[in-house]
């Protein structure tokens, strides 16, 4: 059975940070794609960030140079670090693995920035 589990979400002033993490078991974890999405209310789930295996990583421009994605394959995690935050990045912060095993969604966690 594949599960993710997120953690690290949290309500944060504007200009503050967060941490997102996200463990995985039942997959094997080196060789998923693994992703970060956020859906904030009324509004389509839309990907925030991504790292296959090797490490190479996609964003979207709107938190380019502020969120990094990084994994620990040793600890099956995968982290968003999330630096000055806006409140337009309040949103549930959901995890996403793929790979042979295909597509597996943790249960999100809450990111809420006050202004």
């Known amino acids: 059975q594949v599960q993710l589990v997120e953690s690290g979400g949290g309500l944060v002033q504007a200009g503050g940070f967060l941490k997102l993490s996200c463990t995985a078991s039942?997959?094997?974890?080196?060789?998923?794609?693994m992703a970060w999405y956020r859906q904030a209310p009324g509004k389509q789930r839309e990907l925030v960030a991504h790292i296959i295996g090797g490490g190479s990583t996609i964003y979207a421009d709107s938190v380019k140079g502020r969120f990094i994605i990084s994994r620990d394959n040793a600890k099956n995690t995968v982290y968003l670090q999330m630096n000055d935050l806006k409140p337009e990045d309040t949103a549930v912060y959901y995890c996403r693995s793929v790979g042979p095993r295909g597509s597996h969604w943790g249960q999100g966690t809450q990111v809420t920035v006050s202004s």
């Open positions: 039942g997959i094997i974890f080196s060789i998923n794609s």
